[in-house]
Structure formats: structure tokens, C-alpha cells
């Protein structure tokens, strides 16, 4: 069993930043990759960044040069940097984590609105 425990989502106005963590624990022997999706109201869910245990990484064209991500290998931990925030970032943000299978956190909201 393997839990994802998010957070750092909230309201910010455009051009503002913030951090989402996520945090994994329970009975796995080691996390290959993490990563971040999200889903806005009435839209499909969409790859936001992906990153590797060796900590390559991917990046959809629409966050690129604006979010970051990151893990910690050692807290089983991955990061999303969000920096110049859009109202059209606004949505759920759901991080996974794949250990063989893929596990899903429950999701963190992140409006960006003035």
C-alpha cells in the first residue's frame, strides 16, 4: 500500500508562486519516476512535469520556463516550483508516483485569480 500526501495549493494572482510537495510513504522498494498532472473544469487531464530517479526530466510546453520540478529521493518527495502563475493554471493538481504500478495522490487546488 503506498499513500500520497499533497500540498501547498491555494489561491495566488497572477504572477504569483507557488510550491506543491508530495510526499509518499507505505511499502514500495523504489519510486522510478514522479510527477504531476492536472485537470481544470470541463478539460482532461494533462501531464504537467515528469521527472526521472536519475532526475531528468519533461515538461509540457505550457508550464516550460515557469514551473519546476524536483524530487527528493532520500523524503521520497517531489516538488512543483510554480512561478508566473496564469489564470489559466487554475485546476486540480494531482501528483503520482510510479513504483511498477502508478499511484495517485488525492489532488490539490490551485486557483489563480486577482
Known amino acids: 500500500q503506498v499513500q500520497l500526501v499533497e500540498s501547498g495549493g491555494g489561491l495566488v494572482q497572477p504572477g504569483g508562486s507557488l510550491r506543491l510537495s508530495c510526499a509518499a510513504s507505505?511499502?514500495?522498494?523504489?519510486?522510478?519516476?514522479m510527477g504531476w498532472y492536472r485537470q481544470a473544469p470541463g478539460k482532461q487531464r494533462e501531464m504537467v512535469a515528469h521527472i526521472r530517479r536519475s532526475g531528468s526530466t519533461n515538461y509540457a510546453d505550457f508550464v516550460k520556463g515557469r514551473f519546476t520540478i524536483s524530487r527528493d529521493n532520500a523524503k521520497n518527495t517531489v516538488y512543483l516550483q510554480m512561478n508566473s502563475l496564469k489564470p489559466e493554471d487554475t485546476a486540480v493538481y494531482y501528483c503520482?508516483?510510479?513504483?511498477?504500478?502508478?499511484?495517485w495522490g488525492q489532488g490539490t487546488q490551485v486557483t489563480v485569480s486577482s
Open positions: 507505505g511499502s514500495f522498494y523504489s519510486i522510478y519516476a
Open positions: 503520482y508516483v510510479n513504483i511498477g504500478p502508478d499511484y
